[in-house]
């Protein structure tokens, strides 16, 4: 009977850990889309296509802010870089300048597009080969303390300029 009962606590105990297990990975679910509750939301998104010996990568995309509060992007994160970084271009006696942005600030009703040769993600020490088509995870971490993850896909830029159809950058993942 005491083995019956120490298995049944055991097992009750199980369950709960279960549970609780569940309820966390829904809240974390809950934080991490293409779209933020607050109206925070990233289309375009795509990856320049490096040679196989590249080291690091660029990204690109538009970021929308529709509340009415200014919201910060404090970073960014994705599985096939060591670091991603958000950067500005800037063209300095002819010479350009990569300058690092800690965090970006995006107004309230407005809008910030990364494009070659000015904002843009910088993915450093890729982890892998980026191949084309392949759909990477991005996480953007911003100051209301959402997490935005979406996906982004792998490019080169003449494929990336000829397309209009946005949406099978913003799959949610």
């Known amino acids: ?32 889309h293409k779209s933020t509750d607050n109206g925070v939301k990233i289309s375009g998104g795509w990856i320049r296509l490096t040679p196989p010996v590249a080291k690091n990568s660029a990204a690109y995309f538009v970021v929308h802010n529709t509340s009415t509060l200014d919201i910060q992007i ?4 994705t599985p096939v870089a060591e670091t991603a ?27 910030i597009e990364f494009a070659s040769g000015g904002m ?12 084309a088509n392949m759909e990477i995870p991005i996480l953007f971490e ?3 303390g959402e997490k935005l993850k979406t996906k982004f896909i792998v490019r080169t830029e003449r494929e990336a300029s000829l397309s209009h159809d946005h949406s099978a950058h913003d799959k949610p993942i």
Do not use: W
């Open 120 to 131: 843009h993600l910088m993915l450093v020490n890729l982890q892998k080969q980026l191949k």
């Open 74 to 77: 404090i970073g960014v994160s």
């Open 1 to 32: 009977m005491k083995i019956l009962q120490k298995c049944s606590q055991q097992y009750v105990i199980f369950l709960v850990l279960m549970m609780v297990a569940v309820l966390v990975e829904a809240a974390d679910m809950h934080n991490m």
């Open 142 to 144: 911003l100051s209301t």
């Open 85 to 111: 970084t958000m950067h500005n271009t800037s063209i300095e006696q002819s010479m350009a300048r990569m300058i690092h942005l800690k965090k970006l600030n995006i107004p309230a009703g407005g809008e």
